[in-house]
């Protein structure tokens, strides 16, 4: 996703353009987030339970930490 930046080709701003549009379809309802579960700020806590969760093989979507 981020080679046009990482590479500075000549239509890096080609990827703000995906990104304006992929926000404003998530905004309109057009697309969902895939995000089913945020678990809060990033600590050991919450990265063990995120762990977890993916190693139990039935999560469903994407489990979110904020806070990098």
């Known amino acids: 996703m981020f ?3 990482l ?3 000549p239509d890096q701003v ?3 353009h995906i990104l304006d549009r992929i926000a404003r379809l998530v905004d309109e ?3 969902r987030i895939t ?3 945020h678990l809060g ?3 050991a ?3 063990r339970e995120a762990h977890r969760i993916l190693e139990s093989g039935s999560a469903i979507g994407k489990v979110t930490l ?3």
């Open 45 to 47: 806590a919450n990265l």
């Open 35 to 37: 995000a089913t579960q």
């Open 29 to 31: 309802g057009a697309l």
């Open 7 to 9: 590479f500075r080709t």
């Open 66 to 68: 904020t806070g990098f």
């Open 41 to 43: 700020t990033i600590n």
């Open 3 to 5: 080679t046009r930046s």
């Open 14 to 16: 080609t990827q703000h």
